[in-house]
């Protein structure tokens, strides 16, 4: 699976957990539709899921007149998995390529103006956490 498909399914799973607390492993298997099972998909899903609080927290930090909670699910979720890749997969996917792709999704599943508040948001994170 490319690592596209894998941060959509990604998106989807949370989403549903995030949504209807699902369990992690029947989310990342409902999204896969009866495919097999992609390791990149799972760690971003369970390093999301384990790492929430402190992937929160930075959001939190950069988010200007909005709280977490207002956030649009789909946003939130695709801001939480970019946070994860950003702080807790250093080195394995260049900083500039999480952003992209982040905001290459929003497109497709945010609505007109997730992609400009998403990438202001990583941006910051990106700058705080010193990524290049």
Known sequence: MKRRTAR???????????VSNTDSASAIEHVLEGESGDDYLTRLVLGVVEQKDEIDQLIKG????WS???????????IRI?????????????????????IEIAKIYGDDQSSRFINGVLSKVKEQLGNK
């Open 82 to 102: 970019a946070v994860f890749e950003l702080k807790f997969n250093e080195n394995e996917v260049p900083a500039n390529v999480i952003l992209d792709e982040a």
């Open 8 to 18: 959509e399914r990604a998106l989807q799973a949370l989403f549903q957990i995030d």
């Open 68 to 78: 977490i909670d207002r956030l649009a699910t789909v946003d939130r979720n695709l």
């Open 62 to 65: 950069n988010l200007e007149k």
